[in-house]
């Protein structure tokens, strides 16, 4: 009898800890960030002291012959032990009232609206058995993934409860983790409510040029998808390393030129035929992807929303793009470049005014995760391209005006909404050395808006208007 009470021990204490590290499944979302505590250091101090945890309650079987009743709310209790449970359930009664109250306070402070924002519980939700246990699995028995849709209707203050099937839970000695270090880690996601604020954009003088020009060209629903990038790798197959969604040109590819560019057909309206770009947001619990040698793993998630908006200029009016003019934003690799040439931007709707320029966000209930690309709007006047695909179009300086040899042009900035999982459970594809930080999101844009749209946008945004 004492032998198998020990070995319950064993096999609850492995279950604990398997719980609170994520030790490696195999599948693809045991690179959900989620299940990682932190960087690869700092999961090997856990798994250090969740050993000796284990030796500890090794050492105490008789009080973890009832790990398994703490873990199954279903079985019986004994009588003080419900009573604790009916204790502690009032407290969370008088919690959750509590939590409404700050909730209301909320809302009246940010004025009401439609959308409920109440706070995320904290900005790296607490794992439990159960989230392992439904995105782990054992190399002897598998357990079935979630599907896209599940994972992506889950309410953000959600974390989820529940109890585990003991044999559905795997333990450190039956697999090896393959994301240990893939990234993203726990520590590069924030709650949008820690984030600062900041003024965005400078303050527009009196010879500023204040409209703006909206492209619509949907969200890419025909799928319209490669790992190409035909500015910055011309004529490579893969040239990217991940995934890009494309809204606009219908034929942009790694092949593609001014000339097949210009015949395509497109998904804007009013004939704009510029292709826009930019890396794949995916669902880190969905095993899809497995097999990505970049390792890029997940379900993809299409944007909600797509705003192209081009923007004016706080001190002077602008002048029209040249047709074929091709502009980056942002670094794929700055990570590890540094982030001179950076310019990611992640928020959450209705907290616009904050901007984490290195985190992935986390935000409230009825809130989507933004990704805000800013473009560079300062132009040579000669070239519609550069070695370096920047220095013939850089940012304008700290108050707005453009660098003295460049004049400004309609600013592109892209908005892109997604309704994401619950958690730091969300990834930007990236190069694979890169860790899938999210200092690395980026974009790109080609011009082939015909010349007389391009003068409409000049028109709206220097005589003020919203076109």
Known sequence: MAAAMSALA?????????????????????????????S??????????????????????????????????????????????????????????????????????????????????????????????????????????PSPSQSQTQDPDDQGTGSPSPSASPTATDEHDECL???????????????????????????????????????????????????????????????HDYVGNLSTDGFSTDESLAAAGTTCRQGDLSTYFWPVLRDRKVDVNTDDPDGNVGQVLRARSVTLQFRGNATSRVVAMPRFLRLITGDAKAATNGTANARAGWSCTGFQNRISPDKYTLCPRGSQVLRILDFPSCWDGQNTDSANHRTHVVFPGQGGACPQGTRAIPALRMTLAYTVPAGPSYAVDAFPEQKHNPVTDHADF???????LMQSVVSCINRGRRC
Request: with cysteine; net charge negative.
């Open 181 to 243: 270090d893939l990234g993203p880690f726990v520590e590069d996601f924030v709650n949008i409510r820690q984030v600062q604020s900041v003024q965005q954009d400078a303050r527009t003088g009196r010879n500023g040029s204040r409209g703006t020009f909206v492209s619509q060209c949907g969200t890419n629903r025909n799928g319209h998808n490669n790992p190409d990038n035909f500015i910055v790798a011309p004529g490579v197959s893969n040239g990217a390393h991940h995934l």
């Open 40 to 145: 690869p250091s700092a999961q090997q101090r856990q798994q250090d002291q969740n050993g000796q945890q284990d030796e500890d309650q090794q050492q105490q079987p008789d009080q973890q012959t009832q790990a398994p009743e703490e873990q199954n709310t279903a079985q019986q209790q004994p009588d003080d032990q419900q009573t604790a449970d009916q204790q502690t359930g009032d407290q969370q009664t008088g919690d959750d009232q509590q939590g409404q109250q700050q909730e209301q306070q909320d809302q009246t402070g940010q004025g009401g609206g439609a959308a409920v924002l109440d706070p995320a519980a904290s900005p790296e939700p607490e794992e439990t058995a159960s989230t392992f246990s439904r995105r782990g699995r054992q190399t002897r028995t598998p357990t079935p993934s």
């Open 446 to 452: 080609a011009n082939v808006m015909p010349d007389r």
């Open 10 to 38: 064993v096999a609850a204490g492995g279950l604990v800890s398997a719980a609170v590290i994520g030790a490696g499944p195999v599948l693809a979302d045991h690179c959900d960030p989620a299940q990682a505590t932190a």
